[in-house]
């Protein structure tokens, strides 16, 4: 995520980065941002989930109006490898939180 600004004096010969006009790090702002696993792609979700951590990252399928995706959301997360206290935040705890339901 941050490898640009890893490089800064050796990748001179690239031209002005525009970019570094930001005050922080990319991860820096990846920390205030969410996302929902609406991929359906195991290999993307893990890697989601591995990026942001599980407290950044919510169910999500689409559904409705897409109700057919519903059951292929919910097959996809448990092949991603999360522990039980993952997959509870994850489903719905993080949701809960997130909209101060609890």
Known sequence: MDYAYDLLDFSVFLGP?????????????????????????PPAAECCLKTVGEDHFLF?????PMVPLKQKGFDMMSKIGMTPKQYDKVMGGNAARLLKLN
């Not at 980065?17 to 929902?36: A, R, V």
């Open 17 to 41: 980065y525009e970019p570094m006009l930001i005050k922080h790090s990319p991860s820096h702002y990846l920390k205030m941002m969410y996302f929902d696993s609406a991929c359906y792609a």
């Open 60 to 64: 999500g399928t689409d559904s409705p």
